[in-house]
């Protein structure tokens, strides 16, 4: 396995259309986070799942957001009726944590452009 | 709540020179410190993790430090080369949540 993947790279869209994105994270991790980043900013946690439930959300994400962790492996990250605020860099990131101990390893992103 | 802030924003130093990174935060009770670097338009790629329990940790060229009481930590890097140019992040964990800085981007002067 040679790290955290993520798809598509880049998505441009036409506010008010619906993006997916997906992430795979490394095998055998029990977590899988989420981010937003910014230009010059530094990532903004958005949710994160233990296996396949979803612990917690940011009161960032609005409810045009939602994520999923079927099974445990992959997520998806689906934003509905794209505003050009949403516009920015979606980061992943898979850990393994274990008695509250973790480090994080992100994927490459999906720069997300609303036009 | 947890914030975590990066000092100086921006940072330039001839190469060669010995430069350190700081990040504070406000809650010393943490599980772990992770220093990041992230280069324009890429994920990020880490550095050096510090558990709550240990005081500093080396990789290499790069030193990162945790004073868990004062709510410090300082990312030294010794003798610097233009690849070292980037973005540097710190993020702790705490209350379950794992709170990044805004990072602090280096350059470094051929």
């Known amino acids: 396995d040679t790290g955290v993947s993520q798809d598509p790279r880049h998505k441009i869209t036409k506010r008010g259309q619906n993006v997916t994105f997906r992430c795979d994270p490394i095998?055998?991790?029990?977590?899988l986070y989420w981010y937003r980043q910014t230009l010059g900013q530094g990532p903004e946690f958005l949710t994160y799942?233990?296996?396949?439930?979803?612990?917690?959300k940011s009161r960032l994400l609005s409810d045009r957001f939602s994520a999923e962790r079927p099974k445990g492996s992959f997520s998806t990250l689906e934003i509905q009726r794209t505003e050009q605020g949403d516009s920015a860099m979606y980061l992943c990131?898979?850990?393994?944590?274990?008695?509250?101990?973790?480090?994080?390893?992100f994927g490459s992103g999906t720069q997300l452009s609303v036009l | 709540k947890q914030e975590v802030t990066q000092i100086p924003a921006a940072l330039s130093v001839p190469e060669g020179e010995n430069l350190v990174l700081n990040c504070s935060f406000t809650?010393?009770?943490?599980?772990?410190l992770q220093w990041f670097r992230q280069d324009p338009g890429k994920g990020l790629t880490s550095l050096l993790l510090?558990?709550?329990?240990?005081r500093e940790q080396t990789s290499g060229r790069l030193n990162a430090s945790l004073d868990k009481s004062s709510g410090r930590s300082t990312l030294y890097i010794a003798a610097s080369q233009p690849g070292d140019s980037a973005t540097y992040l710190c993020?702790?964990?705490?209350?379950?949540?794992?709170?990044f800085g805004k990072g602090t981007r280096l350059h470094i002067l051929p």
């Open positions: 990131a898979s850990s393994l944590e274990v008695d509250g101990n973790e480090k994080l390893f």
């Open positions: 095998s055998e991790h029990n977590r």
């Open positions: 799942f233990q296996n396949e439930a979803q612990l917690e």
């Open positions: 809650d010393s009770a943490i599980y772990n």
């Open positions: 510090i558990q709550s329990s240990q």
């Open positions: 993020a702790v964990r705490s209350d379950d949540k794992i709170i």
